[in-house]
């Protein structure tokens, strides 16, 4: 499979800011999805986008497929020291089953 | 009460030893998959099943077997063969990719030591 690059690799914020991180492939994808892992956990999923520009959000949670299908974006507002975590992209391509994942962006939110 | 199992938690190898990792679901879900995680690392995928009593290779299935007999269980067995079987495995479900919609929903995980 694709690895996807994700970015930043790690954040280190207060409680209150925003966070912004992406996911970049070399191809393009026609599927984007966000999870977030707790410590000893499987991911949860946040949010799917399916179509190019299209802007989801969850909450505080915004994601957005990029406009080039190469791309997408997740942001959270008014951060929490809940959101800690580890965040991951994944996407999909034109064909197979599988999904590729980005290594996450590991969050630390400090009150 | 929907959603994905796995068992144990928590799991010790004798190095050797072939070990069975349970994963079961109550979604639904025709498409099951398998994932493997090391530290730093994103998701590697190992097998996935798309439909009953059939099942694909995915990126590192060497030293790893499947079955899929029910709809519900998708059990993965490391074997002997597997040179560093020690990390973090994940076990996913999800609508079939037939249906055009990718998400994946994850059990919470089995950690294998093998010593």
């Known amino acids: 499979g694709q690895q996807l690059n994700q970015s930043p690799q790690s954040m280190f914020i207060q409680e209150g800011e925003d966070v912004s991180m992406n996911c970049t492939s070399s191809?393009?994808?026609?599927?984007w999805l966000w999870y977030k892992q707790d410590p000893g956990e499987g991911p949860v999923l946040l949010i799917a986008?399916?179509?190019?520009?299209e802007l989801t959000s969850n909450g505080r949670l915004t994601a957005q497929f990029g406009i080039t299908r190469k791309d997408s974006f997740l942001n959270i507002s008014a951060s929490i020291p809940s959101d800690v975590g580890i965040y991951f992209c994944?996407?999909?391509?034109?064909?197979?089953?599988?999904?590729?994942f980005g290594k996450g962006t590991s969050l630390l939110v400090t009150p | 009460d929907g959603g994905i199992t796995q068992s144990p938690k928590y799991l010790f190898r004798k190095e050797g030893q072939n070990v069975t990792l349970s994963c079961e679901q109550n979604?639904?879900?025709?498409?099951m998959y398998w994932y493997r995680q090391d530290p730093g690392q994103g998701l590697r995928l190992i097998y996935y099943?798309?439909?009953?009593?059939?099942?694909q290779k995915g990126d590192i299935a060497e030293g790893y077997s499947v079955s899929r007999e029910k709809k519900e269980s998708f059990p993965l067995t490391v074997t002997s063969a597997q040179k560093n079987p020690t990390a973090f495995y994940l076990c996913?479900?999800?609508?079939?990719?037939?249906?055009?919609?990718?998400?994946?929903?994850f059990g919470p995980g089995t950690r294998l030591t093998v010593t």
């Open positions: 996913a479900s999800g609508p079939s990719v037939r249906e055009g919609v990718y998400e994946q929903y």
């Open positions: 191809s393009i994808f026609n599927t």
């Open positions: 986008l399916y179509k190019a520009g």
């Open positions: 994944a996407g999909r391509g034109n064909s197979g089953y599988a999904l590729n």
């Open positions: 979604l639904n879900h025709d498409a």
């Open positions: 099943s798309q439909i009953v009593n059939d099942f």
